[in-house]
Every structure is written in C-alpha cells, then in structure tokens.
C-alpha cells in the first residue's frame, strides 16, 4: 500500500516536495473535513491525496504567477 505522499504524487503526476506536501496537507485536510460536513460523505485517504494533489498545482500556479508578476512590475 502506498503512502498518502505517494499517492498525491501520481495524483498530481509530478513528483511533490516534503516542503510542498506540509504546506498542502493541512489545506486539504480542512477541504476534506468541510466536503464531508457539507454532504454528509466520509471521503477518507483516497480523496484527501487527491485533494493534496490539488492544492499542490494551485500553489505552483500561484507562484508562477506572481513571479511573472514580480516581473512585470520590474520591468516598468
């Protein structure tokens, strides 16, 4: 059985650092806990590293685009 860092990354199909995944499971965790309570479900592990994968690829997206940004700005 895989490990829930293992499975977020071939979720995500990249590969996901420590660093990237603490940042992200909490974020997660708490999508998870409020899609349960929201629909009365109880979306376990599976769920939760797809979720992390998820979260990993917006906060990726975020920092391409705030450098890009970044650099936008510096070149003014």
């Known amino acids: 059985m895989l490990d829930l860092h ?8 990249t590969p996901i650092s420590e660093d ?7 974020v997660a965790r708490h999508k998870l806990e409020y899609i349960n309570n929201l629909n009365g479900t109880h979306h376990g592990e599976p769920y939760l ?21 970044d650099l936008r700005e510096m070149a003014r």
């Not at 797809?50 to 391409?64: D, M, N, P």
């Open 6 to 13: 293992t499975t977020a990354e071939e979720r995500a199909g």
């Open 20 to 26: 990237e995944y603490q940042q992200a499971l909490p």
């Open 49 to 69: 590293a797809i979720l992390i994968a998820e979260t990993v690829k917006a906060q990726r997206l975020t920092q391409y685009l705030n450098a890009l940004y």
